[in-house]
T-cell receptor
C-alpha cells in the first residue's frame, strides 16, 4: 500500500519566492496533518484537516503560510513570501479516526530558503 | 496541557547492548494514545507502536519492547541486542482522543549504536 506521498523532497529557493509543498494522504484516511521540524522547536503541528475541512490552524506561524485541501487525496502548504527562517523539514501525515488514529508520516519536504 | 518528556537527549551504546529510552507524559485526560516513532538519518518518520490508555499490557516485537505504566505516566522503549541500524532519533508522542487531535511530541532521543 502506498504511504503518504510528499513532493518535492528537497527544495532550495530564494527569499521572497513562493513555495508550494504537496501531499497525497493514504487513501481512505480522514485526517491530514502538516508538521514542521526544526532543530530549535522540534516537531510542531501547523494545521490539520478532517474530511478536507481545516479544523485547527493555530500552529500556522504567520499569514505567509496557508494550507488547502481541495479533495480527500490532495493537500498543499504554501509559503508566500518565503524567508530564511522558514527553512525546515515539513511533514505531511494522515490518519483514520475509526482505527484509532495511528498517524502515518510522509518522508518530508526539506526546504531551504537562502 | 499535554506534555511529553524524553529526558535522554543522546545515548551511545556498543552493538549488542540493550538500551532503554525513557518517555514520561502528562495529561489529565483518561483516553489517550501513546506512540513511538523512529527517525533514521535519512529523515523519514517511521511509526513503531501505538498504545491506548486502557491497555497497560507490555508489548514485544522482535528486539523491541515497550513498558507502559500509568502509575508513573511512563511509556519506555527497550531495544534488546542493539544493532547499528537502530541508530536514529526516537520520538515518543501523545495523542488525546476527542481533544485537539494534536500529536504532541517529545524532543527525541538520539541513539547511536557503535560497532
Amino acid at each position: 500500500d502506498a504511504g503518504v506521498i510528499q513532493s518535492p523532497r528537497h527544495e532550495v529557493t530564494e527569499m521572497g519566492q513562493e513555495v508550494t509543498l504537496r501531499c497525497k494522504p493514504i487513501s481512505g484516511h480522514d485526517y491530514l496533518f502538516w508538521y514542521r521540524q526544526t532543530m530549535m522547536r522540534g516537531l510542531e503541528l501547523l494545521i490539520y484537516f478532517n474530511n478536507n475541512v481545516p479544523i485547527d490552524d493555530s500552529g500556522m506561524p504567520e499569514d505567509r503560510f496557508s494550507a488547502k485541501m481541495p479533495n480527500a487525496s490532495f493537500s498543499t502548504l504554501k509559503i508566500q513570501p518565503s524567508e530564511p527562517r522558514d527553512s525546515a523539514v515539513y511533514f505531511c501525515a494522515s490518519s483514520l479516526w475509526e482505527t484509532g488514529n495511528t498517524i502515518y508520516f510522509g518522508e518530508g519536504s526539506w526546504l531551504t530558503v537562502v | 496541557a499535554q506534555k511529553v518528556t524524553q529526558a535522554q537527549t543522546e545515548i551511545s551504546v556498543v552493538e549488542k547492548e540493550d538500551v532503554t529510552l525513557d518517555c514520561v507524559y502528562e495529561t489529565r485526560d483518561t483516553t489517550y494514545y501513546l506512540f513511538w516513532y523512529k527517525q533514521p538519518p535519512s529523515g523519514e518518520l517511521v511509526f513503531l507502536i501505538r498504545r491506548n490508555s486502557f491497555d497497560e499490557q507490555n508489548e514485544i516485537s522482535g528486539r523491541y519492547s515497550w513498558n507502559f505504566q500509568k502509575s508513573t505516566s511512563s511509556f519506555n522503549f527497550t531495544i534488546t541486542a542493539s544493532q547499528v541500524v537502530d541508530s536514529a532519533v526516537y520520538f515518543c508522542a501523545l495523542f488525546i482522543q476527542g481533544g485537539s487531535e494534536k500529536l504532541v511530541f517529545g524532543k527525541g532521543t538520539k541513539l547511536t549504536v557503535n560497532p
